[in-house]
């Protein structure tokens, strides 16, 4: 802070605002108050205080200080800024407490012989002194889960594009009186609609099937639920809904290719050729960007990215697969709510499709 720079931010808290209870700053961190805290334990220095004095060998000084956070919450900006900054600080914080209580406790067992034998049946409290236990609440494992939750939901973005190209000429095909009457417009509109979302039915259950084929834990048989408990990775990911978990999971894929596809859709049909690309360009650009890495910890220009469909599909995959604080509403919410806004847009989009191919209007200019 003295220096100036940028900090990622951070702030003293007293015991009483957690009622000097550790399981509440825990609570509060898989609460997504905080990305991490540090706990000075309570008692921490008189237990120090009497290793020395009465040479308790049960004295760890792992157990003065615990830095509780959840890595799986955005291990990317984890482990690549926060965790470094904290790990200094406790590096300084022990050797800068170690220099400092060595030195006094040395100088009184000069005179003090029952010091100086207790020293020699406690060294731990010597060297490190301090410690700090480390509790991923909620640990990004198994590493597998990494397309899942970053790089590969841009699949979720091409698959629902390249959709739109696919299907159209299938679509066109009803409108052509060949051995059937043509659809009516309305008819059109419904098939073309309810064709889309069906095909986005199929696909999102294929592209969630490829997170179960690299066996990211879908069944439960985690042994701690616990929110404030570290969670044991032997057990794999542990996911939010038990058996229960690829369903919804699978479903928060379909509606996000609703979210995402039914958007490509109306554009696609009124832009049409070659400008789909440059909107494909800016819909991949502006969904990563505010959804591989966490707003909180963004310029403030990124907030809009709340709003976007990618973003809430990230967070909602991450409290599926890691069992993290659930916003899983909100999320489903903002998703629907895009898909709605272009269903309701759909009828106009087809009806300006229909036009640009009565009046053979073509985007290229040749």
């Not at 720079?5 to 399981?23: C, E, V």
């Not at 509606?255 to 109306?266: H, I, K, P």
């Not at 604080?325 to 629907?336: C, K, N, P, Q, Y």
Request: aromatic share 18%; net charge negative; proline share 6%.
């Amino acid at each position: 802070v003295a220096s100036g720079t940028p900090t990622l931010g951070w702030g003293p808290l007293f015991g009483s605002d957690f009622n000097y209870d550790p399981i509440a700053v825990r609570q509060a961190v898989y609460n997504w108050d905080a990305w991490a805290a540090i706990i000075i334990m309570p008692n921490a220095t008189s237990q120090l205080y009497n290793a020395v004095q009465n040479g308790n060998t049960s004295y760890d000084p792992m157990g003065a200080c615990q830095l509780i956070y959840q890595s799986s919450r955005d291990d990317t900006n984890w482990y690549d800024f926060m965790y470094p900054i904290i790990s200094q600080f406790q590096t300084q914080a022990t050797t800068m407490v170690g220099e400092q209580w060595a030195k006094m406790v040395l100088q009184n067992a000069t005179t003090d012989q029952t010091l100086l034998r207790n020293l020699v049946n406690v060294p731990q409290a010597i060297s490190p002194a301090i410690g700090f236990s480390e509790f991923d609440l909620r640990p990004f494992y198994p590493y597998t889960a990494i397309p899942a939750t970053t790089i590969g939901l841009i699949y979720l973005i091409i698959l629902s594009f390249f959709s739109f190209a696919f299907y159209l000429p299938i679509w066109f095909r009803f409108l052509n009186p060949q051995g059937h009457p043509p659809l009516r417009f309305i008819e059109f509109i419904v098939v073309r609609w309810g064709g889309t979302v069906l095909a986005y039915f199929f696909l999102s259950l294929a592209y969630s099937f490829v997170s179960l084929a690299f066996q990211i834990n879908f069944s439960g048989g985690n042994p701690i639920t616990s929110e404030t408990q570290a969670t044991d990775i032997a057990y794999g990911n542990p996911d939010a809904y038990g058996h229960g978990t690829f369903p919804v999971y699978w479903m928060l894929n379909f509606v996000a290719m609703c979210a995402l596809g039914l958007a490509c859709e109306n554009v696609a049909m009124v832009v049409g050729q070659p400008w789909t690309g440059l909107w494909l360009i800016f819909w991949v650009i502006t969904n990563v960007s505010t959804g591989f890495y966490d707003i909180d910890i963004e310029p403030a220009f990124f907030r809009w990215g709340y709003a976007w469909p990618l973003h809430n599909v990230v967070e909602a995959s991450r409290q599926i697969l890691f069992g993290l604080h659930s916003r899983i509403g909100l999320d489903f919410g903002v998703l629907f709510a895009w898909a709605a806004i272009n269903t309701a847009i759909f009828p106009l989009t087809c009806w300006f499709l229909m036009y640009k191919r009565k009046h053979q209007v073509h985007e290229y200019w040749a």
